[in-house]
């Protein structure tokens, strides 16, 4: 049986940095200590149940990610092992074991940066709408999760409630500032949007789109935050592609699916999830990380 899911952090001799829907941040000084609860949201909300294990499946398939890329582009991550966490933080490490990482703190730039491969999700919805996504013009007659004739660039902005907005290039580039800056994001966001298909092609699995987040230590740009975790990424199972509508996935689709099923309206109070609903979704994220790391969970 698993552990019970970790659904809050309290480390009173700690500094709370920030509080999101999934992680709990801490402030280190030079460093934030990033601890991924088992909390999981769908629709904008955090909901009454939680996935046990599903911090430590977002912590530690973004580890291996940022080993794997890092010759693309520099990150934030400096290690998982509580043993080398500033003493402050070594009294929680049997509860920061597995799930929390150490990161060098950044100027973080606010937008995010989406690559995607397929048309699926708000790309679909602007497609059927005006041919376009982010105001790329794409060719007519695609259905739903075809694969599209190139990835694509479609930067977003984090909306402070509710979901994400998609910008075209001339608003990304009002919003950094620079031209420049906007096309190394371009070029670096999917370069890794490459590198990540291939390995997760021979794994069976499809990148479907995915987001990164970058941000500034002093002049060097980083890759910050999570990176290609099934709560950032759409993976589908190779096995079972069929374009024409939505696909299997490993991501909390799942969830979604089974809160339409319900009806729920999308407001509060928040629906717990059954167990059988919990239990699958864990096999899930626990099935993406294996197959992704050809590694055992922490």
Known sequence: MPAAPVIETDFPTLTRFRTGKVRDVY??????????????????????????????VLTQLSA???????????????????????PAARPYAETLSGRAMLATRTEPIDVECVARGYLAGSGWKEYRDSGRVCGIQLPAGLRESDRLPAPIFTPATKAATGHDVNIDRDQAIARLGSAALFAQLRDTTLTLYARASAHAESRGIILADTKFEFGFAGPRLLLIDEALTPDSSRFWPADQYAPGGPQPSFDKQYVRDYLEAIAWNKQPPVPALPDQVVARTREKYLDAFQRLTGRTLR
């Open 64 to 86: 291996f990610w940022f080993e794997q890329l890092a010759d693309v582009i520099p990150n934030h991550f400096v290690t998982l092992d509580p043993d080398r966490f500033p």
């Open 27 to 56: 402030d280190l000084g030079e460093h934030l200590l990033l601890v991924a609860t088992d909390r999981i949201s769908a629709f904008d909300y955090v909901l009454g149940s939680g996935i046990p294990d599903k911090g430590k």
